[in-house]
């Protein structure tokens, strides 16, 4: 049994032309091609496709999905790591509920709020978790215990920084810089060190680099930090040159 491209895409919450670009990079092969031209795909490929997704979810770059998924790691193998994840992000998700329902519930009672309370299962180790070589439940586990282990001012420091880089991406962009100008080079840099201390001290290498700055584009939850798409390609373009002078 197959699937034509459009149900898929109907099935998935994707596009048709998602769908096509990941065939011509190699990620997605569709198993036959109709007479008409129109591609079709059977279970082993929506297999392929649900870790694709799932991984994209955690925001990972197509070069390093595929590099993942032709690892030698079985499905079963690797969707029960995905699971895993998944559990451990429904708990965080479940937190975040009784964080807000607590926070309302003190409010119309006039009671004294909590930041304990008010901030628990909010702590965000995204960019941790995106370039790891092995992705899964432990991996996010770090990170989120990395960002539980600061301070109140440093975690208000990290978000500052994070913040002042968006900023001032956001200025030379409109200001019409290169993307490989010194000026942003610099802003880059301080990029780069920003995401080292996200990753408690490792430095990604020059295809990570990239792959994050390709995330940006691809991905619009993190895309929208930078602007959108014209903003975020900015970036990645910035991200690309940094990688190919300084990496």
Known sequence: MDWSIQEIARLSGTTSRTLRHYGDIGLLAPSRVGSNGYR???ELALARLQ????L???GLGLPA???LIDGGTGH???LAGHLGWLRQEKERLDRQIRSVETTMEKMKGGEQLMAEEMLDGFDHTKYRSEVEERWGAEAYASGDRWYRSLTAEQRDR???DQQ???RDYAA???AGAAADSDEVMAITRRHFDWIVAGWQGARPNAEQFVGLGDMYVSDERFGANYGGVEGATFVRDAMAAFARHSL
């Not at 870790?51 to 799932?54: A, D, G, K, Q």
């Open 51 to 54: 870790r694709i997704l799932m």
């Open 56 to 58: 994209r979810e955690l």
């Open 172 to 174: 030379a962009f409109a």
């Open 164 to 166: 002042e880089i968006q």
């Open 40 to 42: 079709y795909y059977d």
């Open 158 to 160: 990290f978000r500052r």
């Open 76 to 78: 079963a193998e690797a």
């Open 65 to 67: 999905i595929a590099e």
